[in-house]
């Protein structure tokens, strides 16, 4: 169970260094297609700001969930995790009330399975 925790916490890392790259890198150009519809075309340049700081954000969840692979204490190495996972999880619920229900299911649903076998595996 921990090995799978471990990977679940991994595609959620991953996440969100996409989501990073997205909005600090390539808000004008690839952030255009992956809201396309959601966000008029012409919000993009304006918001590159914005995006940028919610894309450093997210970077910080990447990296607190990525520090748990390097932390030995298996018990502190669960708490960070299960702390960094319920941010993910807290984002995602306000992101889907205030923004898209989408982000629910692109963010909430891996978090939650990684915070489920993370709580299982120890």
Known sequence: MEL???????????????????????????????????????LFKPTKTLAANQGLYNGFLAAGLLWTYFISDPVWSQNIAMFFLTCVIAAALYG???????????????????????????
């Open 96 to 122: 889907a009330y205030s923004a898209s229900k989408k982000i629910l299911f692109i963010q909430g649903v891996p978090a939650i399975l990684a915070l489920l076998f993370v709580a299982l595996s120890y």
């Open 4 to 42: 799978v925790s471990k990977i679940f916490i991994g595609i959620v890392a991953f996440e969100h260094l996409y989501f990073l790259w997205l909005e600090m890198f390539a808000w004008e150009t690839a952030g255009k297609k992956a809201f396309k519809g959601a966000i008029p075309d012409e």
